[in-house]
């Protein structure tokens, strides 16, 4: 609730210094209304993804209603939500389907209804132009290769990878698995339980998992996560077994680029990798709404394609990149301003 | 008059069969640990390395400090639910009050504690006073909880203080400082259970209420008590998780309340109320996740953890159950009469 108030706020705060701003393509001349529907919205990552899908809506000022809906983790109330949207006569609704399939039908029969329903990131099912208008995907698969890419370069000779990723099977990870064997052969050696060593994305069951795969392997070249700031709890167990940090590839956060500076000097091997962790994925989902409620042009691309945002070694494209002063879960590489991000997580 | 000699009965053939109790809880724990251990020493020796002992005590303190927590309230027939709110909360409170600021970090931890006790009161006069079903009274406190660990943090988690993080996780002398925190729990908790005038009367009221009352103790008192310490030993867990994993979540809690019951029961606390085994209950909690880094270390996923823990709950009970046949049918009719007495 708190969340929403202030998003609300913030929405309106934008709205009226963005109004002014170029009316980008992908909005159109027709009037329309807008809802972003989130599964779950209580953590860091979301509360900044919510801010950004605003933030995106307010560039567009044929969008005259913005709504948001947050379906705390309660797949019926996420069916529910997505039910009162398309009943109250929303024009178009961009939404995160965290509970996958079981969202398809109430999808469907508001794509039905004549709204405009955009599913992003997380597979629904279904098909489209039949269950919803658009689907904006999220390439895990790319943030593989590009890891995997950044582990041959920093060890051209092969080695020992621990793979760490959230809930057992989800598709994230087993995409990114599939995204660095397309360029990893077998020189590198996945040390973990196949296809990754299961952590629910929890930092404590993290500290747990990493712990014991440390003691179980002597020789860990580099960690490889899709949740970056997750493992800052964790590393410092290394210390405990009197060995460096080892490489790490995953996705960036501010707190980990804050741990890496901290910790660099004690750790000869700690280099850090990150791609963006996606933030911006919501916007390209907002644009494609937009852009077919009001008759607008569509945008080019229809996956979202996390940018490599961090390299420790190279620099490029960014050094890693601290800022003490700003909250440590925020996420420098998100399109949106730090201390809008510092104000949407609250702080 | 068949009341008073069952009453009188009960005490006497109490006594004799109780004096075996603890021992049979304790030996069976230290056997399943020591088992476990050479267990490890065999198939998983990276388990009990210093190294990955270094990295799961900390855990493994986390539990037992929750078990006991737990244990008191099962001592009095109770079950608390309201844990996983418990410990949650006090993480959250803990990281955003003090906000990263050292400075700000004793203030926080103080309201941290004012928090559980005021959940602990309402659950112990929910329960213990309004004589409320433990399980509904504080299932309704763990979503209160949950409401105010929204309030407080909107689900967001923040970094703990730098002087939070020495303190949980730093070591005194080569040991993990969150183990010498539980060590020094249980020692309180068993001074005070077995030593002082309240703790041994705390014991006999959970054996049997109404014998108790009749004997002129403050039944509800206690038991209303009972609730209140267990929210302190939650509190002083999440204050401790929140220096242990350095970003914590808001839900830290959640996974916690299922190794907490299994643990009390490992340790061979009758789930209907009576005596309590604090030190048991922090063997089992070492037992219970040695098990789990065990598991991790041949392999098997962490996702299976949940599994191993439940089936601990079931050996345990099964253990507790086996125990109860051997004793004379006598025990099941007196637990039918407490019962009865209850009601009524």
Sequence with gaps: ?347 | MAQYQQIAGQDGSGLDLRSLKPARGFVTVVISTMALVAVCAIFAPSAISAGGLAGSLPFAAIIAIVGLGQMLVVQQGGFDLSLAGGVSLAVVITTHMSGGDDAQLLGSIAFAFGCAVVAGVVNGVLVGVLRLNAIVATIGMNALLYGAVFAVSGGVPRITTPLMSQIAAGKTLGIPNSVLFALGIMLLVSFVLKKTVIGRRFEAIGANPAAAHAAGLKVQLYQAMAYVFAQLHYCVAGILISGITREPTAFQGDSLLLPSVAVVVLAGTSLLGGRGFPISTVIAAFFLNQLSQFALAVGVPFSAQTIIQALALVFGIGVYSLRWKQAATKRALKSKTEETDNEV
């Excluded at chain 1, 919205?41 to 044929?62: F, H, Q, Y």
């Design chain 1, 1 to 347: 609730m708190t969340a929403a108030c202030a998003v609300a706020t913030l929405t309106m705060g934008l709205a009226a210094s963005t109004a002014l701003a170029q009316t980008p393509s992908w909005c159109g001349p027709n009037e329309a209304s807008l809802a972003l529907l989130d599964g779950f919205g209580g953590n860091s990552w979301r509360l900044v993804t919510t801010a950004s899908g605003a933030e995106e809506a307010a560039k567009c000022p044929s969008i005259t209603q913005y709504e948001y809906a947050d379906g705390q983790g309660d797949t019926q109330k996420a069916i529910s939500d997505i039910n009162s949207m398309a009943a109250r006569g929303i024009k178009a609704m961009v939404v995160f389907g965290d509970a996958g399939p079981a969202v398809l039908p109430a999808l469907t029969n508001a794509h039905r209804a004549g709204t405009i329903v955009v599913p992003y990131r997380v597979n629904v099912g279904g098909t489209e132009g039949e269950n919803y208008a658009k689907f904006i995907g999220s390439s895990f698969f790319e943030d593989g290769v590009s890891w995997g890419n950044w582990i041959k370069e920093i060890l051209p000779e092969g080695g020992n990878l621990l793979f760490l990723s959230g809930p057992a099977g989800n598709s994230q990870g087993t995409d990114e698995l599939a995204g660095m064997k397309s360029v990893l052969d077998d020189k590198y050696v996945f040390i973990n339980p196949e296809p990754f060593a299961v952590t629910n994305w929890d930092p404590s069951l993290t500290q747990q998992v990493l712990s014991a795969e440390i003691a179980k392997n002597d020789k860990i070249d580099v960690i490889v996560s899709d949740f970056g700031p997750s493992l800052v709890g964790a590393l410092p167990v290394f210390a405990e077994f009197g060995r460096s940090i080892p490489a790490l590839a995953t996705s960036d956060g501010n707190s980990l680029s804050c741990f890496w500076e901290e910790n660099k000097e004690a750790n000869p091997d700690f280099k850090l990798f990150t791609v963006a962790t996606g933030n911006d994925n919501v916007r390209l989902a907002v644009q494609w709404a937009v852009a077919l409620a009001t008759g607008g042009t569509p945008p080019t691309d229809e996956i979202f394609k996390a940018p490599v945002y961090e390299n420790s070694v190279s620099g490029t494209p960014n050094p890693v990149t601290c800022r003490p002063d700003l909250p440590g879960s925020i996420y420098l590489s998100a399109e949106m301003a730090d201390d809008a991000q510092a104000k949407a997580v609250g702080q």
